[in-house]
């Protein structure tokens, strides 16, 4: 073999050694930023107040959890991010980590997330209640017709008052809550006009005192069945077993906060959402968009307490609104 023909070869094993280094590091690079489909769909989520809080974080965990029964997923929690700086730090991390997909479960998050999710453009981010994706493929928000399960609750409320006042302890006049209390008072109010709807919002989620305070006045001026939202509402559930005043429950089932007491609760079922953002992901065809869940498709539930005995009569009233609602023949009057 000549000297020419030596350099050639060694020339020719340096290419083919040169192109076998790009492809292990294309392969390696795909190995550390991909997902194999067979590996389970990592989920974070953020949320502003306890896991068990029976009301708006929980009803997040509890779908979650119902997801995990027909999904490969993984699932890490950070809670009790009330502050907003907090549960922006706790979002960017989980991006930053890998996570497939992260739930930033406040509509005041959505600022922060706003400003995170164009840096991670890999990573799908939810958030709600909200109707709003920035203009960004890789974001979805999800709402829920609260004001339906509201009318439902109202109607059963109207029923079965009989001082004919109703209080409502609301937190903050936003959203979903705020939607679902104009239903559950429109819901009593064409059921019964002679009845008093008595709203007092608090202006707080979480101020458990205050929402007692609220109560005890709502109890004061004659009502005899309540109800209210979010995480404070155990204040105004523990006064309302003092006084013997049924309560409505909202967002998760409240039946544990007062089985004597709780006549019925309309649960988020998040799952809804979290079920098409998923196939999106498996699909490979994700593209943000606005979800939103109602008693017809299910993202929205009546749930009943077992251990209070509902009248038949309250019952099929109850029912039939609900049917009303989803075939569009009842409308809940809240835009």
């Not at 409502?168 to 559950?184: N, S």
Request: net charge negative; aromatic share 8%; glycine share 10%.
């Amino acid at each position: 073999m000549t000297k020419l023909t030596r350099s050639i070869v060694r020339s020719a094993w340096v290419v083919v050694l040169a192109a076998l280094a790009l492809v292990t590091a294309a392969c390696a690079d795909e190995d550390t930023r991909g997902r194999s489909p067979d590996d389970p769909i990592r989920i974070a989520l953020v949320a502003p107040s306890a896991s068990n809080d029976l009301a708006f974080t929980q009803s997040m965990v509890d779908s979650l959890n119902r997801l995990a029964e027909e999904y490969e997923i993984t699932i890490d929690v950070t809670d009790g991010t009330f502050v907003i700086e907090d549960a922006a730090v706790a979002v960017r991390s989980y991006a930053e980590d890998g996570f497939d997909i992260v739930l930033a479960h406040g509509s005041q998050y959505g600022g922060s997330l706003s400003e995170i999710a164009p840096d991670f453009p890999d990573t799908v981010f939810a958030w709600g209640t909200s109707r709003d994706t920035f203009g960004l493929s890789n974001v979805y928000s999800y709402s829920v017709a609260s004001d339906e399960g509201g009318y439902v609750n109202g109607v059963m409320a109207a029923h079965l008052t009989d001082s004919k006042v109703v209080g409502v302890v609301g937190p903050i006049e936003v959203g979903d809550i705020k939607a679902y209390i104009d239903g559950f008072v429109n819901g009593v109010d064409a059921t019964d006009s002679s009845v008093t709807v008595n709203v007092n919002y608090i202006d707080s989620f979480s101020d458990v005192a205050l929402a007692a305070e609220a109560a005890q006045a709502h109890v004061e001026a004659g009502a005899d069945v309540m109800t209210g939202v979010s995480q404070m509402t155990v204040g105004a559930t523990g006064v309302a077993r003092e006084h013997g005043s049924l309560w409505f429950g909202a967002q998760s089932d409240q039946t544990p906060l007062g089985e004597e007491i709780v006549v019925a609760s309309v649960v988020y079922s998040w799952e809804y959402q979290l079920r098409q953002i998923v196939d999106d992901m498996l699909a490979g065809e994700v593209n943000g968009r606005v979800i939103v869940a109602d008693l017809a498709n299910g993202g929205l539930t009546m749930v009943y307490n077992p251990g209070f005995s509902l009248s038949d009569e309250v019952k099929s009233a109850a029912d039939a609104a609900e049917a009303g609602l989803k075939d569009g023949s009842i409308s809940t009057g809240v835009q």
